[in-house]
């Protein structure tokens, strides 16, 4: 017996309980007692059943993702699933909550599965740039067959526990005591006699396999991979589940798996995971958090509407506020249809769509506020009319609640020290559409109270964001740092290359699309009044936003949109623009390589993120990279501009900065003192905390 491994009896079922909280993960000292206590089941005459089950709100969630990288201490986790499958009495793991990884294979090592209604099931190492090592992508096609093996293991998106069980996966779903049906479940099967069969053995999911449709299926993951080797390894290995003998098919998945474990890519994604988590760990523990039981959204705009749907999502109900009727049922109708749509697509019932409507209390007074207890302002960019709003506010609040404002570059001490009540004013910045993109940046301002700020970290995992807390500056975190790159990617422009080739450069790297593209989609017209309200210019995009091209929502911008009014064509006017302009200016256009585009594109961003780290605005150079991965579309599997930067070496980084600023004097290729600092005690390693 250990502390973390368990044994107790009912009758003749031995069962098995790990406790390794909080979510049991497969760690050394968990895995050496478990194979103790099941080579010793095994080998007790009095034993007719063994179930394996977990303490606390979750099966096994995987390995312990700290261990990768170290030296594996024996057994490792094959080891232990292959002296599982040696038992020749029924075993039965009893899922609840999640099993996941790790957890599954050990799971799948098992003759049986039962599981709680609620539990949740699936292989998620591709999200850690990894693919099962434990058997998985080769066990779990002997169950559900190869094409959904393949789909659960490339998106890595797990299963219910009632769809787990119709594809073969699980044996029985229980409500209830879990343990108690596990054990009856198993005393049952033990009454009955064998052989069991363990799933090694098992080809009833692999008979009638179509290779054709598989690889036609494998053929189009791929190509959604963006340059992730994970997603094209795990395809690979379920398709050897197929084509090999089952020792042949592990061996070839144990190859991968130690390719992958040590990629950057996996380290990476796996940097990512602990950085998203250690991002919302800035609520200290001993506060007394505020209560949220309903919140107030002023503004039923594209944000607002946003704003107020996640919210609704998460469970709470609204006062949408608007200035006119008209405009009020405009932005209800707009979340209507949104809704609607997900219904049509399946994410959502028809019942769940109903529900969330029912949340929503529409006004245009803001006297209808006085029961909020979070209000968030999602009007027109402008300081005046934000403090004008927070003026209204102040007045009719209930103390102790939470001013919140979405802001994307507005100064918040500016906003909090027009009003009573500073220590109740932050900044909630969602990114759009904010229903659902994943990011939230919570600012912090001077005067904001730690209850308040601890209260919407909490909050914001409710809504299923993935918070970063930063200070105020102009453009927070992520804005801040797009600012310098744009400014080079205009640059660039002007030197000689085409939004198009600049573009290819940033999807070349991992990027969904590039600066140009992005600019269309998110509506030029944005950044050219942001621009104008600093009197900063931009002679390109000015110039294209005075000729009404605003991108995609007026059909022209960077590029032409013809069809479907979402794929860019590359428009020779633009072009000619660019080129008039460069000589007005007295630039000869040249060949401009990929490799300069990113450099100069993203070393400064890099440079503005130490600028960032030096001043405080966050606390980790970790909470960048959640940023720029979550909100701006940063390659997951290059880890964050700052871990990105860690593989490049602070000292080239520093070279090449210094070579551009030589050249052009700018201020974005001057080195920050923190950059210089790294560059010359080496300390920089990819993944530190800088
Ligand atoms: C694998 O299994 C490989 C095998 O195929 C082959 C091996 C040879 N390890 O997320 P939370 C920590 S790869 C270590 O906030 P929730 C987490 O860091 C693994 N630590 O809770 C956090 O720590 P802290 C495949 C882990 O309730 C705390 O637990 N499995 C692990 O929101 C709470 O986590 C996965 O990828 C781990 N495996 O969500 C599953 N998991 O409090 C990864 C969690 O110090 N895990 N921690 O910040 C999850 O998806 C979520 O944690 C889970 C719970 C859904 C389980």
């Not at 290819?504 to 998110?522: E, N, S």
Request: charged share 25%.
């Amino acid at each position: 017996m250990s502390d973390f491994v368990k044994v107790s009896r009912d009758g003749d079922v031995a069962i098995v309980t790990i406790d390794n909280p909080p979510v049991n993960a497969l760690s050394f000292h968990v895995r050496e007692p478990l194979l103790q206590a099941l080579v010793s089941l095994r080998d007790d005459p009095s034993v007719a059943a063994i179930v394996i089950a977990c303490a606390g709100r979750t099966f096994v969630a995987g390995a312990d993702i700290t261990e990768f990288g170290k030296p594996v201490q024996q057994p490792d986790l094959r080891a232990l699933i292959a002296t599982l499958e040696t038992i020749a009495k029924p075993t039965v793991a009893a899922i609840h909550g999640t099993a996941l990884g790790g957890g599954l294979e050990l799971a799948l090592g098992c003759h049986f599965r039962v599981a709680d209604a609620g539990a949740k099931l699936g292989l998620p190492e591709v999200k850690l740039g990894l693919l099962p090592g434990g058997g998985g992508t080769v066990r779990l096609p002997r169950l559900v067959g190869a094409v959904k093996a393949l789909r659960m293991i490339v998106s890595g998106s797990p299963i219910g526990a009632t769809e787990a069980h119709a594809a073969g996966l699980v044996d029985a779903v229980f409500e209830g005591d879990l343990t108690a049906h596990a054990v009856n479940f198993a005393r049952e099967i033990a009454r009955k006699g064998g052989p069991y069969t363990p799933v090694r053995d098992r080809d009833d999911g692999l008979e009638e396999t179509d290779l054709a449709a598989f690889d036609a299926e494998a053929g189009a993951l791929a190509k959604k991979a963006r340059g992730l080797e994970a997603p094209i390894a795990c395809a690979q290995a379920v398709r050897n589940a197929v084509t090999m003998p089952f020792d042949e098919a592990l061996a070839a998945e144990r190859a991968l798996f130690v390719r992958l474990v040590a990629s950057d890519q996996s380290r990476a994604q796996r940097h990512l995971f602990f950085a998203e988590r250690e991002a919302a760990k800035t609520s200290a523990k001993d506060i007394v958090k505020r209560r949220i039981t309903r919140v107030g959204i002023i503004g039923a705009g594209t944000m607002g509407g946003g704003i107020a749907m996640a919210f609704a999502n998460g469970g709470y109900p609204i006062t949408l506020l608007e200035t006119s009727q008209e405009a009020l049922q405009r932005g209800l109708g707009t979340i209507e249809k949104n809704y609607a749509v997900s219904v049509t697509r399946g994410s959502l019932t028809e019942d769940a769509k109903r529900q969330r409507l029912a949340q929503f209390k529409g006004s245009t007074d803001y006297a209808d506020l006085a029961d909020c207890d979070l209000i968030v302002e999602a009007v027109f960019e402008d300081m005046a009319v934000k403090k004008e709003v927070f003026g209204k506010l102040d007045a009719v609040a209930k103390p102790g609640a939470i001013l919140a404002t979405n802001t994307s570059y507005l100064d918040i001490n500016e906003i909090a020290a027009s009003i009573s009540r500073p220590q109740d004013v932050l900044g909630l910045h969602f990114f759009s559409p904010a229903n659902v993109m994943k990011l939230l940046e919570i600012v912090r301002a001077d005067k904001t109270a730690p209850d308040a700020l601890a209260t919407v970290v909490d909050m914001a995992r409710r809504i299923g964001k993935v918070a970063v807390v930063v200070g105020v500056c102009h453009g927070f975190v992520g804005n801040r740092m797009l600012a310098a790159r744009g400014s080079e990617s205009e640059a660039l422009l002007l030197e000689g290359a085409t939004p198009s080739q600049i573009d290819q450069a940033f999807t070349d790297f991992g990027w969904p699309m590039g600066p140009f593209q992005m600019g269309d989609l998110a509506g030029l017209d944005i950044g050219w009044r942001n621009r104008k309200a600093r009197g900063l210019t931009a002679v390109i995009a000015d110039t294209l936003c005075e000729q009404g091209r605003f991108g995609q929502k007026t059909g022209r911008g960077f590029y032409l949109y013809e069809a479907d009014a979402r794929t860019p064509i590359a428009d020779p006017e633009v072009e000619a623009l660019i080129r008039t302009k460069a000589a007005e200016k007295g630039i000869a256009p040249r060949a401009i390589s990929a490799e300069e585009i990113i450099e100069r594109t993203l070393y400064p961003m890099i440079n503005e993120g130490a600028k960032i780290l030096e001043e405080g605005i966050v606390a980790r150079s970790s909470d960048i990279d959640v940023v720029w991965v979550n909100g701006y579309g940063f390659p997951v599997g290059k880890g964050g501009p700052m871990f990105w930067a860690g593989l490049e070496g602070a000292a080239k980084i520093i070279e090449r900065l210094e070579y551009w600023h030589d050249r052009t004097a700018k201020d974005v290729f001057k080195p920050a003192p923190l950059l210089k600092a790294m560059a010359e005690t080496g300390s920089w390693e990819a993944g530190a905390s800088i």
